[in-house]
C-alpha cells in the first residue's frame, strides 16, 4: 500500500484559533478525503478532497469551517477554523485509487487535535 | 445518502471461538464494502473486502458474505486469537469517483484467552 503522512501528529491549540493538517502519500493516487473520528466513536466523512477544484463537503460540513485543498495527486490540507472545544478530535487523511488497487482505501496515521 | 448499521456493538469470546459481525445498508447503489480492524491508538487498517458481484470472499481465518438483495454484509472470524481483539468497522460506498465511504459505529472484540 501507499505510504501515508500526516502533519502534526498532534497538537494542543486555543479556541478561536485555527490549525492545518497536512497529508502527503509517496505515490500519486486519484482519491483523497477527510475523516473526523472522536473518542470512542466511529470515522465520519468530512469531504472529498477534488485535485484542481472545490472539495466536495458532507452534510453538516462546510467550506468555511474546513477549507481544504489538493494542489497536487499526492498532497491535500484540511484546515480546521475559529475552532471550539467542540472541534477535539482525531483527523484521519485517506486514499484510494492507486497502483491498480482501485476502491481500496488506506488511512494515514491520523492528527489527534486538543481545543482548550 | 447511505446509512450503514453495524451490531453488535460490542463481542466477547473465548479464544478458539468464532465471531460475527453484521452490518446492513440503505443504498442500493452501494457496491464496494470494506471491513476495517483499529486497534487501540492507531489507524484503521483494511483487513478484507468484497464487492457486489461477489457473495462471498475469504481469506485465512476471515470471510465476507454479500447478500444484496437484503442489503447485509456480515465478517467472520474463525478460532480467534487474543491478537483479533480491536474494534471492528463496516464500510460502505459506490466506489470509483464516489468512493467515499459511510462507516458503521464500530463493533469492539475482545477475545479472552
Known amino acids: 500500500s501507499a505510504v501515508i503522512s500526516q502533519k502534526p501528529s498532534r497538537d494542543i491549540c486555543q479556541r478561536g484559533t485555527s490549525l492545518t493538517i497536512q497529508c502527503q502519500v509517496d505515490?500519486?493516487?486519484?482519491?483523497m478525503f477527510w475523516y473526523r473520528q472522536q473518542p470512542g466513536q466511529s470515522l465520519t466523512l468530512i469531504a472529498t478532497a477534488n485535485q484542481g477544484s472545490e472539495a466536495t463537503y458532507e452534510s453538516g460540513f462546510v467550506i468555511d469551517k474546513f477549507p481544504i485543498s489538493r494542489p497536487n495527486l499526492t498532497f491535500s490540507t484540511l484546515t480546521v477554523s475559529n475552532m471550539s472545544p467542540e472541534d477535539s478530535s482525531i483527523y484521519l487523511c485517506?486514499?484510494?485509487?492507486?497502483?491498480?488497487?482501485?476502491?481500496?482505501?488506506?488511512f494515514g496515521p491520523g492528527t489527534r487535535l486538543t481545543v482548550l | 445518502g447511505e446509512n450503514v448499521e453495524q451490531h453488535p456493538s460490542t463481542l466477547s469470546v473465548q479464544e478458539g471461538d468464532s465471531a460475527v459481525i453484521k452490518c446492513t445498508y440503505s443504498?442500493?447503489?452501494?457496491?464496494?464494502f470494506p471491513w476495517y480492524k483499529q486497534e487501540l491508538g492507531k489507524r484503521p487498517q483494511l483487513i478484507i473486502d468484497i464487492r457486489s458481484n461477489v457473495g462471498e470472499k475469504k481469506d485465512q481465518r476471515i470471510a465476507v458474505t454479500l447478500n444484496k438483495t437484503a442489503k447485509h454484509f456480515s465478517l467472520h472470524i474463525t478460532e480467534t486469537q487474543p491478537e483479533d481483539s480491536a474494534v471492528y468497522f463496516c464500510?460502505?460506498?459506490?466506489?470509483?469517483?464516489?468512493?467515499?465511504?459511510?462507516f458503521g459505529k464500530g463493533t469492539k472484540l475482545s477475545v479472552k484467552p
Open positions: 505515490s500519486q493516487v486519484t482519491m
Open positions: 485517506s486514499v484510494a485509487g492507486f497502483s491498480g488497487r482501485g476502491d481500496e482505501q488506506f
Open positions: 464500510a460502505a460506498s459506490r466506489g470509483g469517483s464516489q468512493g467515499n465511504l459511510i
Open positions: 443504498d442500493s447503489a452501494s457496491n464496494y
